[in-house]
């Protein structure tokens, strides 16, 4: 019976040392795939780290040329109703009355004949 507990004994050591050696490689095998996935992630967190504050940073430039755009907007649409308004009481002078171009033409140089003579006669000129 000696022999079989010794005998015993020795394989469950043999078998404890075996699994103490399968533990330790699994254990510094997963240590090894820890630190390169540590490694990975640190160098994978930095980039999206660096590309958030960039497109941060070009969000931020982006906002301000838009509020540059809407102020230029709004003073570029006020100059046009200002023109189209401006345009608006010019232009029953401008279209055509139903007169044509002999017509006003006539109508000037009465005008002028009727101011001339208004001025002869402030002038005290004689109208013969």
Known sequence: E??????MLEVIQSDFA????????AEASAQKE???FMTD???DKAAKTKDVEHKTAKKQDQTQGLVTKKSDLEGTQKELDA???????LKPTCVDAGVTYEDRVARR?????SLREALRILNGEDMA
């Open 2 to 7: 000696n022999g079989g507990v010794v005998g």
């Open 18 to 25: 075996r699994l103490e050696a399968d533990t330790s490689s």
């Open 34 to 36: 820890y630190e390169t």
């Open 41 to 43: 992630s640190k160098v």
């Open 83 to 89: 023109a189209l308004a401006y345009f608006d009481k």
């Open 109 to 113: 140089k009465a005008e002028i004949e």
